[in-house]
């Protein structure tokens, strides 16, 4: 994707999760009056409610993480189990990873990182 498009793809998804916080926190708010809740509460439930998309994000990088690091482990697993050096089996795959996904980036593909993956092995 090229900068021209990626910028303005930027801040319109911004300025829409912006939007959408509003209309969250002033939904929150007048439910909040009509139950007759301390502002204090609200401006509470009102930061979390606008910080959950946030929260989501860092979970999913998180388990994102945490997903290629069992990856790299179930490489070492199968290296060994072959009689590979680990570090070189570790080393290599890194190096598909990166030279696909690099690569993915370059072609502005539209596609998984997983058909890079499958181009740039075979």
């Not at 809740?37 to 609200?42: C, I, K, N, Q």
């Not at 509470?44 to 409610?49: E, F, G, P, T």
């Not at 998309?53 to 998180?62: K, W």
């Amino acid at each position: 994707m090229s900068v021209a498009v990626a910028v303005p793809a930027f801040v319109a998804g911004a300025l829409v999760s912006l939007a959408v916080s509003w209309v969250l926190v002033s939904r929150l708010e007048r439910v909040g009056e009509r139950l007759g809740l301390s502002e204090a509460l609200l401006g509470i439930v009102a930061a979390l409610a606008a910080a959950f998309s946030v929260i989501d994000l860092f979970i999913l990088f998180i388990l994102n993480a945490l997903t290629l690091i069992t990856e790299f482990i179930g490489i070492t697993l199968a290296a060994g189990y072959l009689g590979v050096p680990k570090v070189a089996a570790v080393a290599l795959a890194a190096a598909v990873v990166v030279g696909a996904a690099f690569r993915a980036a370059s072609a502005g593909s539209s596609g998984s990182l997983s058909d890079s993956v499958r181009a740039a092995c075979c």
